[in-house]
C-alpha cells in the first residue's frame, strides 16, 4: 500500500510480520492512531520472503495460527499438518483482509533511524526514502530471522550463474532441472531445501561444515473431518500451549530418564521418532536438555537411526554431529533429508577437511578440487534476534546508540524493554520468552502485555515509560542464569549468538539471547510485573488523562 504518512502518529509498528500484524490488530480494536511500516513490497514478514523449496512450519499448523478470534479459527482449513510457505502467506493475507488491517500499512518503507526526543517524549523516525515523521510509542515487530548472512568467501562477485541466500530465493520460479546446484550450509533451511530439490536437480553438491541433528517432519494432509475435530479442540488445543514448556501441544515426559529402564527409553524414543513434529524433542525426557550423560545416550540413539537411513557408512558419519548432542539447539525437522544422500545425483562435501578457498568464475574451489555449477546457493544462517534492530540506527536517551549498548549481547527488561529507551517497546525482543517458543504463542503473550502497558500509560495520561536500571540487570541476570542449567550453552547456535560470519560473534563469546525458563515461568513473570503496577517501570510525572491520546484506553488488555 502507497498512502500518505502524516506527520504524527500515537504509535509506529515497524514490521508487517506475524507479530507486527497481530499488534496493529490490537491497536485498531482500540481506535489507537497507530501506523505499520515494512521495508518488504508486501506484508508476511519471514513467510513473504522465504520462498525457498521445501519452506513450511515446523510447528502444527493449527498451533501457529492465531487464538483471538473463534470466528477466524472456524472459518480457515489448514490443508497440511505443518503447512507450507505459500499457503501460510495466504494465510496472513486473509486474516489482514478480514479486518481491514491493510489501510494501516505501508510498504518499501524501511525505517532506517530512530531518536527519542527527549523535550517532547517521540521518537523521531526516519526512512530509507528521506521522510520524517515521529511517534510517542515505537514498536519494534521485526523478525528474529530477518537479517541473512552470507559467508566471508573471495570471489563471490566472480560466479557467472545465479546466486542468492535462501532468505531472497527469486519469486519466480527457479529453473532446476538438469541443472549442477551447490548449496553451503546444512542448518535447518537447507536440511528442508535438500530433501526438496533433491530429486528435480541435475546434480546437487552439499558444502557442510559441521552437521546438524534432525529428525523426521512426518508430515500429512488434514482431511475435512480431521480438521473439523480440530476446531472442536481448540480451546483445549490452546490451553495445552500455555502449560507446556515450548508453546506446542508436546508435553515432556513426567518420568524421569533413569527412573525408566532402557527398553523402556527406548519405545519411546521409537514411538516419537515416528510421530509427527517436535514430540522427539519436547515430548522426551527433560534430562535430555541438562544432563550429560542422558543427551549422550539418546544422541547415540539418533545416530544410529541416521546410520539406518543412510546407505553408505562413511557418508552416514559424516551427517552426524560430533561437537553437539541432540536438542541441545533448536532441532531442525526434515523430510527426505537423509535418503537425499542415498541418490547417485547428490554429494556431500565436507568443508572442515577440504575447506573452501573461494567462490569462482564457474563455481566453488575448495582445497581439494574445483565444483563446476550453475546455480549457488548460499543457506549461511542469520544476524538472530539482535540483527534487525541493529539494522536500525536506534538512539536513545543522552545519545547511546542501541547498537553500541547491546554490542557485546543484549540487556533488556522482560526482554521487551530497554533502559535508556524510553516508549520503545519490543514484543518479541531479545531476552523474551519468544525465540525459543512456538512463535505465534509466544507473540500473543508479548503483544498482550505490551497492550497492557499502554492501556495503564493512556489511563493515567504518561507520555513516558522506561525501566530501571536495576530492574533490567535483574531480568539479564535471571536470563544469564537460565542458561547455566541448560546443556544449549556451550552450543554452537543462534540461542548463543554464534555466527562465524559475524565478526565478534564468533564461538566462546556467549551471547544471552532468549528466555529458557518456558512459557508458563515466562507469562508468571510478565504478569507478576503488570499486576504490581509495572513494577521496574518509572513513568513521567503527569497523571491527568490526556483525550488526544486515546478515549478507549480503559478497554485495552
Not at 523449496?53 to 492465531?66: C, N, Q
Request: proline residues 5%; negative net charge.
Amino acid at each position: 500500500m502507497t498512502g500518505e504518512i502524516k506527520p504524527h502518529y500515537e504509535v509506529v509498528v515497524v514490521g508487517a510480520g506475524v507479530s507486527g500484524i497481530y499488534q496493529i490488530k490490537r491497536l485498531a480494536d482500540l481506535g489507537v492512531d497507530a501506523l505499520v511500516l515494512d521495508a518488504a513490497p508486501d506484508l508476511g514478514g519471514t513467510w513473504y520472503w522465504n520462498r525457498y523449496p521445501g519452506a513450511r512450519f515446523d510447528s502444527e499448523s493449527y498451533t501457529y495460527g492465531y487464538s483471538f478470534s473463534k470466528e477466524l479459527l472456524n472459518e480457515w482449513h489448514w490443508k497440511e499438518r505443518f503447512s507450507a510457505q505459500p499457503e501460510n502467506l495466504r494465510y496472513l493475507n486473509y486474516v489482514t483482509d478480514k479486518f481491514d488491517l491493510r489501510k494501516y500499512m505501508r510498504f518499501n518503507r524501511r525505517v532506517v533511524v530512530a531518536v527519542f526526543d527527549e523535550a517532547s517524549h517521540r521518537w523521531r523516525l526516519k526512512l530509507d526514502n528521506g521522510r520524517e515523521l515521529s511517534c510517542r510509542f515505537l514498536i519494534l515487530a521485526v523478525g528474529l530471522l530477518s537479517i541473512p548472512t552470507l559467508p566471508r568467501l573471495e570471489g563471490m562477485e566472480a560466479f557467472k550463474g545465479r546466486s542468492f541466500h535462501t532468505f531472497n530465493w527469486p519469486h519466480e520460479p527457479v529453473e532446476l532441472a538438469g541443472k549442477k546446484v551447490g548449496i553451503i550450509g546444512t542448518g535447518a533451511t537447507a536440511i528442508q531445501v535438500i530433501g526438496e530439490i533433491a530429486d528435480k536437480v541435475g546434480e546437487l553438491t552439499v558444502f557442510q561444515r559441521r552437521p546438524n541433528w534432525s529428525a523426521p517432519l512426518n508430515n500429512g494432509p488434514i482431511s475435512d473431518a480431521e480438521m473439523a475435530d480440530i476446531r472442536s479442540r481448540y480451546d483445549d488445543i490452546f490451553a495445552a500451549c500455555r502449560r507446556t514448556p515450548g508453546g506446542f501441544e508436546h508435553e515432556p515426559d513426567r518420568r524421569g530418564f533413569y527412573e525408566a529402564t532402557r527398553e523402556e527409553r527406548v519405545a519411546l524414543w521409537d514411538k516419537l521418532y515416528d510421530e509427527p513434529g517436535f514430540g522427539i524433542w519436547l515430548s522426551n525426557f527433560r534430562e535430555i536438555f541438562t544432563d550429560e550423560a542422558a543427551n549422550a545416550e539418546f544422541s547415540a540413539y539418533i545416530a544410529e537411526r541416521i546410520r539406518q537411513r543412510v546407505k553408505d557408512p562413511a557418508t552416514a558419519e559424516k551427517l552426524i554431529p560430533r561437537d553437539h548432542g541432540f536438542g541441545v539447539q533448536r532441532v531442525p525437522l526434515e523430510t527426505n533429508y537423509f535418503e537425499a544422500y542415498n541418490r547417485d545425483n547428490v554429494h556431500l562435501v565436507d568443508i572442515s577437511e577440504t575447506p573452501i578457498e573461494r567462490v569462482t568464475e564457474t563455481g566453488l574451489r575448495t582445497s581439494a578440487r574445483d565444483y563446476e555449477l550453475d546455480i549457488l546457493v548460499y543457506s549461511t544462517g542469520f544476524d538472530a534476534i539482535t540483527g534487525a534492530f541493529d539494522a536500525i540506527d536506534i538512539t536513545g536517551v543522552g545519545g547511546v546508540k542501541l547498537a553500541d549498548h547491546w554490542c557485546d549481547g543484549p540487556s533488556t527488561f522482560l526482554g521487551m524493554m530497554a533502559h535508556g529507551f524510553p516508549n520503545l517497546l519490543m514484543p518479541t525482543g531479545p531476552q523474551s520468552g519468544s525465540a525459543s517458543t512456538n512463535f505465534p504463542r509466544g507473540i500473543e503473550n508479548g503483544v498482550g502485555w505490551c497492550m497492557g502497558l499502554l492501556a495503564h500509560m493512556w489511563d493515567r495520561g504518561h507520555t513516558r515509560a522506561e525501566p530501571t536500571a536495576e530492574a533490567q540487570a535483574r531480568w539479564t541476570a535471571h536470563v544469564t542464569k537460565m542458561y547455566a542449567i541448560m546443556l544449549m550453552r556451550k552450543a554452537k547456535s543462534w540461542f548463543t549468538g554464534y555466527n562465524s560470519n559475524i565478526p565478534g560473534h564468533e564461538h566462546g563469546k556467549t551471547r544471552y539471547l532468549v528466555y529458557n525458563g518456558g512459557t508458563p515461568k515466562y507469562v508468571a513473570a510478565i504478569t507478576e510485573v503488570a499486576e504490581k503496577g509495572y513494577e521496574g517501570i518509572v513513568f513521567d510525572a503527569q497523571a491527568v488523562p490526556s483525550a488526544t491520546h486515546r478515549p478507549q484506553a480503559s478497554r485495552a488488555g
